[in-house]
């Protein structure tokens, strides 16, 4: 069984091993901060050559989306890969299964009536394979007999004793050969080889590039402060690079370039199947005809002059539409030419720096250092390690991007919403060099002490070239900070005008910071006072310079000498204005608002206000009037009420019957007498508005 298990798959897999394709080193990897990092695969080829590029399943769609080829003497034949489920598609159309290929038995017995040989001349289309046990002295043993329907019959021998069974049918041979390849090709299970055919003669640099999804490459810094108070202030800075190799295969050698930016990027299942939903049409079936019962004629038609050849008309419109139309799709059918080569700008590779491997590239060397080359687009930053990287698949690796000293102040940033009562200490940086430093992670150590400590840790921020930034490592609990915030509404000018009546407003926030430093230091802490939409800063008095003003907050100086306490005022403004009816003005608010502005108020002003008063006071002792009328009708309604209910109890004939119709009579009379004088109140009630209202028209202040 052996021997023959041998002989029957190897031939097949003798005829089934394809001409592999070569692969290409990796050679450069572009890692950014965006999810992505670029990959470029370099080497020389000669001839037409096909290359294989194993991708992660996984990583497919990206393939597909960036894969970019570059071969300036020769030209691209195609990118080939197997489908999403390539061992299920190579079976579908097979007579057997990928099971079938673990024996000989299960195979024959897959493929029953096909034409084999086998030892001895035996001949014919294949019945089956059947199991035989057989007893001997040793035990029982199993063989299997194949058996064969020739043109003298059936005939059969054990397959054990053979030496080959070979299909004479070619296409069953071929069928044979085109699964155990798929089953060869695809036995990395995760994993798609794309197949990129290049056709060109003679040697030839050429370069694969494309994206895949990559771990963001982290940044972790160093920091050496400077003494504080000392001459020297600059500190060291050192910048580290985490890298992570998630690509399934060792870098080798690789040229890594690091970018950090925050480019746009898609990912889309381009390896996916789609269809379109698409409309049933239902099948139409032909109606069974029952002709209609003729009942005769009644006379001749007449017909229209001209009606024809209108008919004709427009059948042969409707002819030249279609004409038209057929033409038309002929022409879209029609397939596009070939591109002969696309051209690519690529001289500076991914993201514009770092040594590329694309044919007919030049770069210029490097300088040999022992930190990355640092470069600035106007969207990214860029960091090339000089030396090549090898890092096995699986595994990080830290190396330094920046090392460089930079100017550093040690202070002390008072944020009252980190805490209340203390300070941060904090160091001000600035980045003197030609490209920003991407942010991170910070570690900070003292230089001024007789041996280095840590002081601290912090959110290293992104600093672009020239600016400077501060960063906060540790509270300060030796320096106290105590803070009073005050809010006052101060009233000022009077404006009138179409009987408006507007005030201008002044709204002030004031907060009094006071530190204490510590007995032995000197402190120079800065303020960070929040900033406020539509609120302006009053400079505190006696301060010198202008503050710094972040999109938050104020940064106010406050210097303290050791052991003694200072004070610093800040105060925000905000100018508004209050608009109101002058008719509706209480008289209480306009007279505070009046004295408000004390000897600023204009005589005019102040006698034109008493004069509104006195006005408003006679529209006052009218509605006052009618509403002591109103308040009586009430009165009278609610008596009548009470007398009704009490007749109701009463003969209307007797003695207190008839008191309560007499009562009843006297306050019908009394309400004819109320609604003459609010008649009489009411018209002076609308002259003294009248009078009110054209008198405020005719103010302007």
Do not use: C
């Not at 600035?430 to 912090?458: C, E, Q, S």
């Not at 900070?481 to 009233?491: A, G, Y």
């Not at 009094?512 to 402190?523: F, G, H, S, W």
Request: no cysteine; hydrophobic share 40%; glycine share 6%.
């Amino acid at each position: 069984m052996t021997k023959l298990r041998f002989a029957l798959l190897a031939s097949a897999l003798f005829m089934a091993t394809p001409a592999f394709a070569d692969e290409l080193p990796l050679k450069r990897a572009v890692i950014s901060t965006s999810g992505v990092a670029l990959y470029e695969h370099a080497g020389t080829i000669e001839g037409n050559a096909d290359i294989a590029l194993p991708v992660r399943l996984d990583q497919v769609d990206d393939a597909l989306k960036s894969l970019v080829v570059f071969d300036t003497l020769g030209t691209i034949g195609g990118v080939n890969l197997p489908g999403r489920q390539p061992l299920a598609e190579a079976f579908r159309d097979l007579p057997f299964t990928q099971a079938d290929l673990q024996s000989p038995v299960t195979l024959l017995n897959a493929l029953k009536g096909a034409q084999v040989s086998i030892d001895g001349g035996i001949t014919g289309r294949l019945i089956g394979v059947t199991t035989e046990a057989e007893k001997t002295d040793a035990g029982t043993i199993t063989r299997h007999r194949v058996t064969v329907m020739g043109d003298t019959g059936m005939k059969s021998a054990i397959m054990e004793n053979l030496n080959a069974v070979q299909f004479t049918e070619k296409a069953v041979q071929d069928q044979i050969n085109r699964a155990l390849e798929a089953v060869y090709t695809n036995r990395v299970k995760d994993q798609r080889t794309l197949n990129v055919t290049l056709n060109g003669e003679g040697k030839r640099d050429v370069a694969l590039a494309y994206l895949q999804a990559a771990p963001l490459w982290k940044s972790t810094y160093r920091l050496v402060l400077p003494n504080e108070g000392g001459e020297d202030q600059t500190a060291l800075i050192q910048g580290w690079a985490v890298l992570e190799n998630t690509t399934g295969q060792d870098w080798n050698d690789v040229a890594v370039t690091i970018t950090s930016g925050s480019p746009v990027t898609y990912t889309q299942a381009l390896y996916e199947s789609y269809y379109i939903p698409r409309t049933a049409l239902p099948v139409k079936v032909i109606d069974r005809v029952m002709p209609r019962v003729d009942d005769g004629t009644v006379g001749t038609a007449n017909i229209a002059e001209g009606k024809s050849e209108q008919w004709q008309k427009k059948a042969m419109r409707a002819g030249s539409d279609t004409m038209m139309e057929s033409h038309m799709l002929a022409t879209a059918a029609a397939p596009a030419p070939a591109m002969a080569e696309m051209a690519m700008d690529s001289a500076a590779g991914y993201g514009g720096a770092g040594e590329s491997y694309v044919p007919a590239i030049s770069t210029p060397d490097m300088a040999a250092t022992q930190t990355a080359l640092a470069a600035e687009t106007a969207t990214q930053m860029l960091f090339t390690f000089p030396t090549p990287v090898t890092l096995p698949a699986g595994d990080s690796l830290m190396v330094p991007f920046i090392s460089e000293k930079m100017d550093a102040q040690r202070l002390y940033v008072y944020q009252p919403e980190t805490n209340a009562a203390h300070p941060l200490a904090a160091v001000k940086v600035k980045n003197d060099g030609d490209t920003g430093l991407p942010p991170g992670i910070l570690t900070l150590f003292d230089g001024g002490a007789p041996n280095l400590v840590h002081v601290g840790d912090a959110e290293m921020p992104l600093i672009p070239a020239g600016e400077d930034r501060f960063i906060s490592f540790a509270l300060d609990t030796k320096t106290n900070i105590e803070q009073k915030t005050e809010d006052d509404r101060q009233l000022g000018l009077i404006t009138i005008s179409n009987g408006t009546f507007t005030q201008k407003v002044s709204w002030r926030n004031t907060t009094t910071y006071t530190a204490k430093a510590p007995a032995n230091e000197d402190r120079e802490i800065v303020i960070e006072h929040p900033r406020r939409d539509g609120w302006d800063l009053i400079m505190p008095d006696g301060y010198d310079g202008k503050p710094d003003v972040t999109s938050t907050h104020y940064r106010l100086v406050l210097n303290v000498k050791k052991g003694e306490s200072e004070s610093l005022e800040v105060t925000l403004r905000r100018d508004d204005a209050e608009t109101m009816a002058l008719t509706y003005v209480n008289e209480a608010d306009l007279d505070a608002r009046m004295a408000a502005m004390g000897k600023d108020l204009p005589d005019d002003l102040r006698k034109a206000m008493d004069q509104v008063k006195t006005l408003r006071a006679a529209v006052a002792e009218q509605e006052t009037a009618l509403r002591q009328i109103e308040n009586t009708r009430n009165q009278i309604y609610t008596d009548q009420e009470r007398l009704r209910q009490n007749l109701e109890t009463v003969a209307p004939n007797n003695k207190l019957g008839k008191r309560y119709l007499k009562q009843l009579e006297e306050q019908e009379n009394a309400l004819d007498k109320l609604a003459s004088s609010e008649a009489a109140i009411e018209i002076k009630l609308n002259d003294a508005r009248k009078a009110l209202n054209d008198y405020i028209a005719t103010l302007k202040f």
